[in-house]
């Protein structure tokens, strides 16, 4: 997979939720996740992969 190549892609990383599973997260489980997924994308962002879109902006 793309992980055992050295290539990896946000998408490779990300979890989504429908809005009706997010809307079943607790207030520290959605600041959890906004957490864990910052840190994913600055970790991706600091390997030169910096051509992401704003990826919890609605949340």
Known sequence: ???SQGRVAFE???LYFTREEW???SRPEKQL?????LRN???LV???KHKFPI???HL
């Open 1 to 3: 997979g793309p992980l």
């Open 12 to 14: 490779d990383v990300a």
């Open 23 to 25: 809307e079943l997260l």
């Open 33 to 37: 996740y906004r957490d864990q997924m």
């Open 41 to 43: 994308y600055r970790a």
């Open 46 to 48: 600091s390997l030169g």
């Open 55 to 57: 990826f919890y902006s």
